[in-house]
């Protein structure tokens, strides 16, 4: 039987790293899809190129989709300030990027389709994040039955499968399964902001670090 | 109260035009969006630029997103030809774009949200067309299902709302809606071939051509 091909969106941090070696583990052909998407710096695309050649992915494909066009995220628009008072509970900050992860996994259906990709394999993670409306199960479940009518082979019950790991890991399981992979997690990128080193206080680096203490590998944090 | 918006997105082509002029009849704020998606020509870009002047849009918008990194079907790999023998029914042609309107409703639905539209509004028709899976009702119903779990406002039920006015029109009543909204037809471009004049011969010729020929207006016709 040939390998099955997977496609694994790749943004350079470490779940979807986490993620993508999980399918690298499970000894698919894997090809990474990574997103010029007008973020505020490039940091996580240069971490993404360097996982891609460490987990030894078959091809990794960046593709460029200006959302900065209009905005709506601090993100995606310079003049709006990352947050780094710490995550409030109830309120979705403005690091949310407007449909991105939505117009991410549509690019990934495309491709997952040309190549006819058994799954598309995604970092998404609803336990440890931001409140993100587009991260949690519910989302996920709506999506994979539009991907299920959008092709032919959907329609026949072949199409690809949508497949996040790591939904309701908290983020110190998924630093644990990243330790195991032996991910070098100091070359992922998780901070918000793009100055030359991880600022620590934004609720990325936040949460990371967090999760880093707990593993007790305080040396990987980023500050 | 103050004008709503709507994101229309526009491809160039005659079912987009109608659809974006009834939004604009309607009295709302219009942003046109159009995708240079690495299609074989560049010419149904051209003429949505005219028409989003023509209609007199808000905003008009084109955003790179290259679809032919992957290719898979005769628009965006120039290796594969367009067919041009007429429509076979239950086989989806090589002109099916995989993936092609689930990335671009995607795309429009990042910009409604930054922009807090109202509405989306697609040119989607499920009667005169080649089979294409992504052009059915059940689709769009699953993607509005999704759009509404992918944004705060939509789970609150304030979303954006896709509207296809077209959907079950055949292509003769949205030739007579083009004509009674005075859209400038013969600026349109449905022929997925790139040459000087439109083939003729492809589908979406095929099916244009003969509904021009059925309201009276065989002048119009593109050979």
Known sequence: ???????????????????????????????GLSFDYG??????????QELAKHLNLFEHHVIGVNLATWGGSSLTDLQQ??????????????????GRNTVF????????????????????????YSGYPDCRPDYLHAYQ???????KNGREGAGTRLWAPLINWSKLQIVQEALRLKIPINRTWSCYK???????VCDSCRIRNEALINSGREDLCSY
Chains 1, 2 share one sequence.
Not at 39 to 48: D, G, M, S, V
């Open 145 to 151: 039955k539009l991907a299920n009518l959008a092709s």
């Open 194 to 200: 793009g100055e030359e080193q991880p600022c620590g």
């Open 105 to 128: 996994i549509a690019i990934g259906l495309s491709l997952a389709e040309a190549r006819s990709a058994e799954k598309l394999v995604l970092g998404i993670n609803a336990m440890d």
């Open 1 to 31: 039987m040939s390998t099955k091909t997977t496609i694994a969106l790749l943004s350079g941090g470490l779940d979807s790293a986490t993620a993508t070696a999980l399918a690298v583990e499970a000894g698919q052909k894997v090809i």
């Open 39 to 48: 973020q505020r710096h490039k940091k996580e695309l240069t971490a993404a």
């Open 81 to 98: 300030q990352v947050p780094d008072k710490g995550i409030q509970n109830g309120i979705i900050p403005n690091t949310y990027v407007p």
